[in-house]
């Protein structure tokens, strides 16, 4: 795979223009703004083709919607694992390009709205904590690249962010990637998410090594305190 290049100009966004932020980009203004919830299965979220229709809006109105796509694209995998990938909107843009992919998710509203859009592609319903992909030899199937779009890491049901981790590393390739983009302000009470130095001993425990880390899906400078986070760890 080759390495990723930081794009020539960057878009700085600072947490005094940015209230919330889903998939790394500010929400709309009036626009369904999700309180993040301790697990997915207690999100209270709009759910298949209704959870679409963001998208839909954004990219009607303009809004580049694929930077997930974009920044793992960079780095030139072949074959990626879209982990928690519900509707499958980074799976397809991936498919699309020429890039093999498999979906899982544990929400089955969501992949249904994945196998009508694209039902050439492989959908799988599984829990992430005990996720277990095999080929047809059941052999354990395993990618160059597994993405975690979405905010997924802060849905994961507390207490199992490790056994995820643990798990999508071991669909990983020797030298294989770990993309994982989510929230990390604290801003909103109430609410539990895991933090970036948990998030990393989660990695390091999987056998995952810091390769990079981003601010946004564009490839923006990561900076201490802030409130997004895009990392990219390496299984040794």
Request: proline letters at 5%; a negative charge.
């Amino acid at each position: 795979m080759r390495p990723v290049t930081r794009p020539a100009v960057s878009i700085r966004r600072t947490a005094s223009s940015v209230r919330r932020w889903w998939h790394g980009q500010p929400a709309e203004e009036r626009s369904y703004t999700p309180v993040m919830t301790p697990s997915w299965s207690e999100h209270r979220g709009p759910r298949g083709a209704e959870y679409d229709q963001r998208w839909e809006r954004l990219a009607a109105s303009g809004e580049e919607v694929h930077g997930e796509a974009d920044l793992v694209e960079r780095y030139g995998p072949r074959s990626v694992l879209d982990a928690g990938c519900g509707t499958g909107r980074v799976a397809i843009e991936l498919d699309s390009r020429g890039i093999e992919v498999v979906g899982t998710d544990l929400d089955a509203a969501m992949l249904e709205a994945a196998r009508t859009k694209a039902p050439h592609l492989t959908w799988v319903e599984a829990d992430l904590a005990s996720l277990d992909l095999r080929d047809d030899a059941g052999e354990r199937r395993r990618f160059e690249l597994a993405v975690l779009a979405g905010n997924v890491m802060i849905f994961v049901t507390p207490g199992r962010e490790a056994e995820v981790v643990g798990r999508i590393a071991d669909h990983l390739l020797p030298n294989g990637l770990l993309v994982a983009g989510f929230q990390l302000s604290t801003e909103f009470a109430g609410t539990e998410r895991i933090t970036l130095a948990e998030y990393d001993r989660c990695a390091a425990a999987a056998g995952l090594e810091l390769a990079d880390r981003f601010a946004t899906w564009s490839g923006d400078p990561f900076v201490e305190g802030g409130d997004y986070a895009v990392s990219v760890h390496r299984r040794a």
